[in-house]
């Protein structure tokens, strides 16, 4: 399996073009030891060639999403053919609009598949039709339902012809419903399929993707531990970070993001005993992580994280 990173900030990328917290301003001033990074997107590539084509999975669909595909060369359209591309389906991990929002770059008549909980797509089929312009490929956009906890052969929805070998499964994480969806809607919708996780199985390999982690459900924990590869919600460092930042007076566990540090923080929480390669991505633009010289960045590195940036590549 082949994962490449194409995005690795939360909302609103880094730096965020209305923020002046210090990161932003420093950033903008050449003061600042560390990357630009665009809005939180993976892809992955796991499937047998196929009609000599090999075949990428996205993870999220960015708002960033068409600038991130035109700077992979891997997600480029085949050479043969008007129309054509390499991405086959896209794993859809909540409602949030920095997951949904990337679908309206992949509208131009193109048909692929879209994996998301049955509630995520009620959102998306039921208050906001601009997402119709989907259907007007042929075959239109295919939405493929992910129970949580059921195991999704994604596989045989690639290629009948071929051998099962991705496998995917949706770990429900307890969090809530974007404030945009309305009330009505969201009193019908069950609780564990707001935010999920996402485990894939590959060749006897295992990754966890979850960049939204509320940690409301801690099920999550053991799904983690035995992966080999964990990509995980780095989106804040202190539960206070966006109150201290002057962005909000919220706290990041109520705004649905476990924080990094503080006692039951994600560094804590983490199993110890776990083998798996631990990378954060998610970052917002208001964490300290992001700048390399500080004592944050260092703390995460000591605690054996590594930290996402645009264009990572990893191997499994
Ligand atoms: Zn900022």
Request: aromatic share 8%; hydrophobic share 40%; with cysteine.
């Given at each position: 399996?082949?994962i490449?990173?194409?995005?690795s900030a939360a909302?609103?990328?880094?730096?965020?073009?209305n923020?002046?917290?210090p990161?932003?301003r420093?950033?903008r001033?050449?003061?600042?030891?560390g990357?630009?990074?665009?809005?939180t997107?993976i892809?992955?590539e796991?499937?047998?060639?196929?009609?000599?084509?090999?075949?990428?999975?996205?993870?999220?669909?960015?708002?960033?999403l068409?600038?991130?595909?035109?700077?992979?060369?891997?997600?480029?359209?085949?050479?043969?053919?008007n129309?054509?591309?390499?991405?086959?389906?896209?794993y859809?991990?909540?409602?949030?609009?920095d997951?949904l929002?990337?679908?309206?770059?992949?509208?131009?008549?193109?048909?692929?598949?879209?994996?998301?909980?049955p509630?995520?797509?009620?959102?998306?089929?039921?208050?906001?039709?601009?997402?119709?312009?989907?259907?007007?490929?042929?075959?239109?956009?295919?939405w493929?339902s992910?129970?949580?906890?059921?195991?999704?052969?994604?596989?045989?929805?690639?290629?009948?012809?071929?051998?099962?070998?991705l496998?995917s499964r949706?770990v429900p994480?307890?969090?809530?419903?974007?404030?945009?969806?309305?009330?009505?809607?969201?009193?019908?919708?069950?609780?564990?399929?707001?935010?999920?996780g996402?485990?894939?199985?590959?060749?006897?390999?295992?990754?966890?993707?979850?960049?939204?982690?509320?940690?409301?459900?801690?099920?999550w924990?053991?799904?983690?531990a035995?992966?080999?590869?964990?990509?995980?919600?780095?989106?804040f460092?202190s539960?206070?970070?966006?109150?201290?930042?002057?962005?909000?007076?919220?706290?990041?566990?109520?705004?649905g993001?476990?924080?990094?540090?503080?006692?039951?923080?994600?560094?804590?929480?983490f199993?110890k005993?776990?083998?798996?390669?631990?990378?954060?991505?998610?970052?917002?633009?208001?964490?300290?992580?992001l700048?390399?010289?500080?004592?944050e960045?260092?703390?995460?590195?000591?605690?054996?994280?590594?930290i996402?940036?645009?264009?990572?590549?990893?191997?499994?």
């Open positions: 399996m082949r490449k990173i194409l995005g909302g609103g990328g880094f730096p965020q073009w923020c002046a917290c990161n932003c420093r950033f001033d050449g003061k600042f030891h990357s630009a990074r665009t809005q997107q892809a992955i796991a499937n047998p060639e196929y009609a000599h084509r090999r075949y990428w999975t996205l993870i999220n669909a960015s708002p960033d068409r600038s991130q595909i035109l700077a992979t060369k891997e997600l480029r359209p085949f050479p043969d053919g129309t054509s591309t390499s991405i086959r389906e896209v859809i991990p909540s409602a949030d609009v997951s929002m990337g679908l309206l770059h992949l509208r131009e008549f193109q048909g692929f598949r879209v994996l998301s909980t509630a995520v797509r009620r959102i998306v089929a039921e208050e906001n039709s601009i997402f119709r312009v989907l259907g007007r490929a042929a075959p239109p956009v295919e493929i992910l129970e949580p906890v059921a195991t999704v052969d994604t596989a045989k929805h690639h290629n009948p012809e071929g051998p099962p070998l496998f949706a994480l307890g969090g809530e419903y974007p404030d945009y969806v309305s009330g009505r809607l969201r009193a019908a919708l069950p609780a564990d399929e707001a935010v999920i996402l485990l894939f199985d590959h060749c006897g390999k295992r990754l966890f993707v979850a960049p939204t982690l509320p940690n409301r459900n801690t099920g924990k053991e799904w983690a035995s992966s080999d590869v964990v990509l995980l919600d780095g989106t460092w539960d206070t970070e966006l109150i201290h930042t002057g962005r909000s007076n919220k706290t990041a566990r109520e705004i993001h476990l924080p990094l540090s503080g006692p039951g923080g994600l560094l804590e929480q199993p005993s776990s083998k798996a390669r631990k990378i954060l991505l998610h970052m917002n633009n208001t964490n300290p992580i700048d390399e010289d500080s004592a960045h260092r703390a995460v590195l000591e605690a054996g994280f590594e996402a940036y645009d264009g990572m590549e990893l191997h499994l």
